[in-house]
């Protein structure tokens, strides 16, 4: 499966931007999909996940109450809807898609800047 992130851009602290992650190859409803993010200098981390049948959702403590993962099977996409943004949301922001077996592949970053 290839993957494309992109929604990241230049945005005020308090504002808000909708990441997506758009998927081909194979069946998008097969992989547990989740964005990471990494911040000039720091580790890749985890941000969010949702489930192959979408009803379970999980989120780092850092953007709990402020990202909702959601996707769309019929568009093969992945959204992450990032509202009251801080400045240490700054960062690259990936989408992963996990397999059965553990593969993961991985999209492309889309670099999301927020200024304070």
């Known amino acids: 499966v290839q993957l494309q992130a992109f929604g990241g851009g230049l945005v005020q602290a308090g504002g808000s931007l909708r990441l997506s992650c758009a998927a081909s190859g194979r069946t998008f409803s097969g992989y547990i999909i989740g964005w990471y993010r990494q911040a000039p200098g720091n580790e890749r981390e985890f941000v969010s996940s949702i489930s192959r049948s979408g009803g379970k959702t999980d989120y780092a403590g850092s953007v709990k109450g402020r990202f909702t993962i959601s996707r769309d099977y019929a568009r093969n996409t992945v959204y992450l809807q990032m509202n009251s943004l801080e400045p240490e949301d700054t960062a690259v922001y990936y989408c992963?898609?996990?397999?059965?077996?553990?593969?993961?592949?991985w999209g492309q970053g889309t670099e999301v800047t927020v200024s304070s």
């Open positions: 992963k898609a996990l397999a059965p077996g553990l593969i993961e592949y």
